[in-house]
């Protein structure tokens, strides 16, 4: 090879060169795209008024047009030009009834807001004319719920008022969120549509059916001072024992009449009191419960005892897999109960769960999980080995149409509740 010749590239450097050259044209694309991507951004947020009026029948409309005119250049169809030009003429002649301005207050009242699920609950809607001038008719939407309703406002005269009344559903516990109610603005086929949002959402509270249970019923200590445990420590109000004086022990500890006699330092020693503390929890795994009503039960099992240790002046703490259940009053209690949900594959294992959800809280005495009755047994008996021996554990297992009864495996006592109507009898069966 004669002098200043490069030498020839060998198979493994033209590979190397040939990915070099395909990474950068790949990084290219990926520029490009970006850039073409915010610039259409940037195109359809400027255009969005506009075709943010446009419906989806609009869209179709539009689309039927374009191929009819498409369709008559080509093959010179009279008839698809035809049928092209007329849907673009209701396109056109729909414009003129999105034009005009609504001065409208609009309220919605529900009443009552909290309701037990089955009870009757009505929404009120009031529209007032707040312009100086007549308002033309107009369109309200007001979706309650997974429905949507739509009432017809007549024309108003400056100040005037007009009042809708709609009943909600209420057969099922839920959150049921009203509103926001809108003005609709467009032609008879729907082609374009303007919005005109009036108010914020309402929620409606359809509480759980509950249990009226009797005082003290679920199995707790009520005390004025704590409950006494075999922990040993060395400041609370339960004397348990003298020992001898280590450095660093509080001087008001020193019991110095023994001190005195036995000619040495001695300090007392006491066993902790704990104030009652129970912690309510609930599996809501679909998976764990035969049906919907089920699943219903262990909500109003849960629930009913919740309500009743609040009243009882307990301290309460209630969880679920996706949700820690507020605590300071009986409404706000059965109100987050309202908003549980089954949940799939959150935890493991049920001892996973109440591991996990528990640790942040004070240590309690009392210890009730609810389940559905596809859980294992051994799942609920899992829970036992969470907590310290000090701590009573519970297990309730909810089984719709089956025999209420008591049972204790091990060192947990099981229940079991077929009906809503047996949670007293079992709870008055709890006591400690």
């Known amino acids: 090879m004669s002098a200043g010749t490069g030498a020839p590239q060998t198979p493994s450097q ?18 490009l795209g970006a850039t073409v991507a915010r610039a259409w951004r940037a195109v359809a947020d400027f255009c969005e008024p506009v075709t943010g009026l446009v419906s989806t029948t609009g869209w179709l409309v539009l689309a039927a047009a374009a191929v009819s005119l498409v369709l008559a250049w080509a093959f010179g169809w009279i008839e698809f030009a035809f049928l092209g030009f007329t849907l673009l003429a209701a396109v056109l002649v729909s414009i003129a009834f999105v034009f005009g301005r609504m001065h409208f207050a609009v309220g919605i009242e529900l009443q009552p807001a ?14 007032r004319n707040a312009g100086t001038a007549p308002s033309a008719p107009a369109r ?32 099922r516990r839920a959150v049921i969120v009203a509103g926001p109610a809108i003005s609709v603005r467009g ?34 200590v009520r005390d004025l001072e704590g409950e006494i445990t075999k922990v040993i420590t060395d400041n609370d109000i339960s004397f348990h024992a003298l020992r001898a004086y280590e450095p660093g022990d509080a001087l008001r500890n020193v019991h110095w009449r023994t001190s005195a006699r036995t000619g040495q330092l001695m300090v007392r020693q006491y066993e902790e009191t704990r104030r009652s503390q129970l912690i309510l929890v609930q599996s809501t795994e679909r998976a764990q419960y035969a049906s919907d ?140």
């Open 187 to 220: 032609d008879q086929l729907g082609i374009l549509r303007r919005t005109v949002r009036w108010t914020d959402p309402v929620e409606l509270f359809v509480h759980p059916v509950t249990a009226r249970l009797r005082p003290s019923a679920a199995g707790l």
């Open 293 to 432: 009503d089920e699943f219903e039960l262990g909500v109003s099992v849960l629930a009913s005892i919740g309500v009743q240790v609040i009243r009882d002046a307990t301290r309460l703490a209630v969880v679920t897999e996706r949700l820690g259940l507020r605590t300071a009053t009986p409404t706000v209690l059965l109100d987050d109960s309202s908003r549980i949900e089954p949940v799939e594959g959150a935890y493991p294992t049920m001892r996973d769960f109440v591991r996990e959800s528990t640790k942040r809280l004070p240590a309690p005495s009392v210890v009730i999980s609810v389940g559905g009755s596809l859980l294992p047994l051994a799942e609920f008996r899992s829970v036992e080995t969470v907590f310290g021996s000090d701590t009573q554990t519970i297990a309730i297992r909810v089984e719709d149409g089956a025999t209420s009864s008591l049972t204790k495996v091990a060192g947990t006592t099981v229940a079991t509740v077929g009906s809503l109507g047996d949670l007293p009898r079992i709870m008055r069966r709890l006591r400690p």
């Open 14 to 31: 033209a590979r190397i060169a040939v990915r070099a050259v395909a990474r950068s044209l790949a990084a290219s694309a990926r520029s």
């Open 114 to 127: 909290r309701v037990v699920a089955g009870e009757r609950a009505l929404g009120r809607l009031l529209v």
């Open 140 to 171: 309200i939407e007001l979706p309650v719920g997974a429905g949507l309703a739509e009432f017809v406002v007549p024309q108003l005269a400056a100040g005037d008022e007009h009042e809708e009344l709609f009943a909600v559903p209420t057969n």
